[in-house]
């Protein structure tokens, strides 16, 4: 497969403190790339840089300037204010390729569209704020695909969900992998699902201000992970998958 | 327009009387201070669904006494331009566009600009900012109330809307700026809306949303500043915030919150004004008074839960 994204020696960071540095890496297209880390070591400032919210503090990211992303953001990033109903943010997907001019019907059936293959179609008429962090997740999926992109970027869908609605939005995401051979780029903290479906991996180690990357059956190790979260983890294989079991703190661990 | 006072109701509003005037009879001095205020109103009502949805307040606020500092300032000028035997910039002008107009728009311009840039200081956040914004100014304007005594009462009038009278110039002048604001909004809808909504999703997806950002703020600075020269600042604060938290508050569509603010700020300013002239009340704080009388529906529909 081609080489959609190459990140050539980036540093990244807010104002002139950079938080991760020397990142070099190419993503391919169809590559299904998951992001993990501590808490504020950076994923998400990852994420924005390569969608060119943020701007690189040092090296270049190089890709086709017809690569369009798709973003689902942290749903807990928007504001409930907002009058919205479930329809109009899949229609906000359609904004940009309409530019100045008028939403039309058309735009309308494509949403609509969109949120029948998010499994969403029932709560178009719904106001945004009024629905539950699974359904608000699909919606804002459905408008990622009404940009209809070559990559999906996803910044921790699964945060804050129990297992079931966990497994329903990871069964989707991947559904939509296939069905629209789209890259995905997904930021999470969830370790055994990228255990299970994940292929490449970014590490992020804060302490190094560096990233690890690779396939996840070789970054995804006791000790690798021990070292990053300080974690007593222990990683073990069963039936062709990978399981992550977390057995406590390895400080709390070390007093005991 | 003398068929009007054929219509039974509107017959009895027109020829209500006070101070010995009827308000038919007071129209021909009114009429271009009752436009200014409903133009105003509806411009600041509209950009006011803005200034709820984005939490920004607190920006307008500022960005009022920035424009009435502007103002202050203009009479001050021109005050000892005049002493000195220079010129006299301010009074019944009926110039297209008056020095305190001026003033107040370059004032309001640069501090758009600065607060659109976001500037972050570690040590104080947004809201400090703002807060200075707000308090220096409004500081700034007392003390040149005190310098400039002859002029108080007139800067008293402009800031508060006391007694609004607006020269056909000047009317049109407000008319044209209004419609242009509405025009680029009306074009830029929906990237406005989407920056608004969710700035990061829209930047991926390749809309300029920090221009789109600075376009909304420049608007906003344009708008309080045309309309405080001619209704004053205190009747345009308030169409800022009043008509569009009500619209908010009873309505579930972005759509219809925007005309119902519209609506709202139309009519308070209507019928304040009218109220102004059959009680001989100052007409700035009569208006507010109607557009803090349509938070009632809002209110009500927070308190039944509908």
């Known amino acids: ?256 | 327009m003398e068929y009007l006072l054929h219509i039974p109701l509107i017959k009895d509003i027109l020829l209500a009387e006070s101070n010995g005037m009827t308000f038919w009879e007071a129209l021909p001095i009114l009429r271009n201070g009752i436009l200014a205020c409903m133009v105003a109103a509806i411009l600041s009502s509209y950009l006011g669904v803005y200034v709820i949805l984005r939490r920004i307040v607190f920006v307008s606020a500022a960005l009022s006494q920035i424009s009435s500092l502007g103002i202050a300032l203009s009479f001050l000028i021109s005050n000892r331009l005049a002493g000195s035997g220079g010129f006299s910039g301010h009074g019944e002008s009926e110039s297209f566009f008056t020095f305190q107009g001026g003033m107040s728009l370059i004032f309001a311009c640069i501090a758009a600009g600065l607060i659109a840039l976001q500037l972050q200081e570690r040590r104080l956040t947004r809201e400090s900012i703002l807060g200075i914004l707000y308090t220096v100014p409004a500081g700034l304007v007392l003390l040149i109330l005190d310098r400039t005594a002859k002029d108080a009462h007139e800067i008293e009038n402009v800031l508060f809307g006391n007694a609004v009278f607006v020269s056909t110039s000047q009317l049109l002048f407000l008319i044209l700026i209004s419609l242009v604001v509405l025009f680029l909004h009306g074009l830029f809808y929906k990237q406005f809306i989407f920056t608004a909504f969710d700035a990061d999703t829209a930047r991926a997806a390749g809309l300029k949303t920090r221009r789109f950002n600075q376009l909304l703020f420049l608007t906003l600075a344009v708008a309080i500043s045309i309309s405080i020269s001619s209704i004053g600042a205190l009747p345009v604060f308030a169409f800022m915030i009043l008509p569009s938290a009500s619209a908010l508050l009873i309505t579930h569509r972005l759509r219809t919150a925007f005309a119902v603010a519209v609506v709202f700020g139309f009519g308070s300013a209507l019928v304040g004004f009218y109220l102004s002239f059959l009680f001989s009340l100052p007409t700035g704080p009569t208006m507010l008074a109607i557009a803090a009388l349509c938070l009632m529906p809002g209110l009500l529909s927070v308190i039944l839960g509908v």
């Open chain 1, 1 to 256: 497969m081609p080489t959609q994204i190459e990140l050539v020696d980036l540093s990244i960071g807010y104002g002139h403190q950079p938080l991760l540095e020397g990142i070099s890496l190419s993503i391919r297209k169809g590559e299904f790339w998951g992001i993990v880390g501590p808490n504020g070591a950076g994923k998400s400032t990852l994420v924005k840089t390569i969608l060119g919210i943020l701007k690189p503090l040092r090296g270049r990211i190089e890709k086709a300037d017809t690569l369009t992303f798709g973003y689902v953001p942290q749903r807990n990033t928007l504001d409930d204010i907002f009058p919205v109903t479930a329809l109009d943010v899949v229609l906000m997907g359609r904004y940009p390729a309409r530019g100045i001019r008028r939403i039309r019907a058309e735009d309308r059936g494509l949403a609509y569209d969109y949120l029948e293959k998010v499994g969403a179609s029932s709560i178009a008429g719904k106001l945004f704020c009024s629905l539950s962090g699974g359904q608000k997740q699909r919606v804002l999926i459905a408008r990622a695909l009404a940009l209809k992109p070559d990559v999906l970027v996803l910044d921790e869908p699964m945060d804050g969900m129990d297992i079931a609605g966990e497994a329903d939005i990871m069964e989707l995401i991947l559904k939509l992998r296939k069905d629209l051979g789209c890259t995905l780029l997904m930021v999470t903290h969830s370790l055994h699902l990228m255990a299970t479906y994940g292929e490449k991996l970014i590490l992020i180690r804060p302490e190094a201000r560096r990233i690890e990357y690779g396939e996840v059956t070789r970054l995804l190790t006791r000790d690798k992970l021990r070292e990053i979260y300080n974690l007593d983890l222990e990683v073990h294989n069963w039936h062709e998958h990978r399981v992550v079991l977390m057995r406590g703190s390895l400080k709390r661990n070390s007093e005991t």
